[in-house]
């Protein structure tokens, strides 16, 4: 019944990915102590009006803007003139210089194809030795934490006007988010958990696009235009009497807040286990007040946290599945459903190899067999991936 009303919602709404709603923000505020290396923003927009509506595992996308600054550097560096319009795509629609560079293009990421493109307007010897067949690796290297910016310092002087260089340009991608809050527990809300991307390549500071705008520069009672993504792979199981195991570090506690919140809806006999980590407790426990209220409240049955930088050993999430292996493997053998959400380069790996580990002990079966094992519980949807 219930899903067939969010569907009627959904067909109901006007907004999508082409057409996304102007979301008002409602608080944003940041999870992390003072003290704390990380910067991850709790952010709350309100969809009231559009129609929109989501369930746990969703994700939201975001288009984002460029930072003013980096515009103006770009601007700057080649004497553009800011009266200037450009054709952005094919069709021949036309945007004010300094809108296409700030809403419309990608100027922080370069591609082959924009380095191959550009060759053709310098004389930079260069670039063109570069953008050669046999220099494959020393392009991709280039590339590396490179942006436009760069490029354009690099390889100068350009036999090119601004239109010749925008058209280099890609459109900007959306970034999506998994959703934090449920639709049920805040109607007309969408909550998120973002990390504020920040590192320094090659000399100068770089910013991510979506996660710095958000921390940088967006006011409670500004907008942020917003569509949501369905995820058909990363769902609650359809009964609440179910088991869930949830592994969710850093910005990958996010979909499980989500979760939490829906089974406090919803009550049901399932029970739920959270395994969280972070850097430190003090700075970097992520809605420690929530979670400890809804393990009192006996809709998180158990909560168990992983703070790499704590002690001299570094304890990480797997640590933690590894050291209630026992457990963990009579709740899966029990029906529980297992979900990760986070880092996909390190963490869901490691993850998904201490499950091989779990049910290879517990189960007292062959690695074989245990990976055997595990592939049906990804079959039967009982192992779920949201990691990025
Ligand atoms: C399904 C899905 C769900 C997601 N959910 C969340 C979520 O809940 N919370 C969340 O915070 N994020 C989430 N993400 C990630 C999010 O979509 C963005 O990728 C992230 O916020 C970075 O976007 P940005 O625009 O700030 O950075 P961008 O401008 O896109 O820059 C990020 C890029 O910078 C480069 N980079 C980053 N660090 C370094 C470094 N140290 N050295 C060199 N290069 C580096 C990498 O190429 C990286 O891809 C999710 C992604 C997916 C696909």
Request: aromatic residues 8%.
């Amino acid at each position: 019944m219930q899903n067939t009303e969010l569907k009627e919602d959904k067909n109901m709404t006007p907004y999508s990915r082409t057409n996304p709603f102007q979301a008002k923000v409602l608080k944003n505020i940041n999870l992390n102590e003072e003290g704390s290396t990380k910067e991850t923003r709790h952010i709350e927009l309100s969809l009231k009006d559009s129609g929109l509506s989501y369930v746990p595992g969703d994700c939201l996308g975001i288009l984002p803007e460029n930072d003013p600054e980096l515009v103006r550097e770009l601007v700057d560096e080649m004497n553009w003139n800011l009266d200037e319009t450009v054709i952005i795509n094919k069709q021949g629609d036309t945007l004010p210089l300094m809108e296409a560079l700030t809403t419309h293009f990608e100027i922080t990421l370069l591609t082959k194809k924009v380095l191959q493109q550009a060759a053709e307007l310098t004389d930079h010897t260069e670039l063109k030795e570069l953008v050669k067949l046999e220099n494959a690796n020393q392009l991709k290297e280039y590339i590396e934490g490179r942006d436009l910016l760069d490029m354009l310092r690099d390889f100068g002087p350009w036999n090119a006007n601004t239109q010749d260089i925008v058209s280099l340009l890609r459109k900007m991608p959306p970034r999506l988010y998994s959703i934090a809050s449920s639709f049920r527990a805040n109607p007309d809300e969408v909550h998120l958990t973002i990390g504020a991307v920040r590192y320094t390549a090659h000399n100068r500071v770089r910013k991510g696009v979506c996660s710095v705008q958000c921390s940088e520069r967006l006011d409670v009672g500004d907008t942020i235009p917003v569509f949501i993504q369905q995820n058909k792979h990363f769902n609650l199981p359809e009964s609440t009497d179910i088991d869930i195991i949830m592994v969710g570090p850093g910005t990958g506690i996010a979909p499980f807040r989500s979760f939490i919140q829906e089974r406090a809806v919803d009550g049901g006999d399932g029970r739920a286990w959270l395994f969280f980590g972070d850097q430190r407790s003090t700075t970097d426990f992520l809605y420690k007040n929530e979670l400890e209220k809804y393990q009192q409240d006996g809709v998180l049955t158990k909560l168990d946290t992983a703070f790499s930088r704590d002690t001299d050993q570094k304890v990480y999430v797997q640590h933690k599945m590894l050291e209630n292996s026992k457990e963990l493997f009579a709740w899966l053998e029990k029906g529980a459903y297992f979900y990760v959400c986070g880092d996909k380069q390190y963490m869901a790996k490691d993850v998904h190899n201490t499950l091989i580990d779990i049910i290879e002990k517990e189960g007292a079966m062959s690695r074989e067999d245990a990976e055997a094992h595990l592939n049906d519980l990804q079959k039967q949807k009982r192992y779920q991936r949201d990691v990025y």
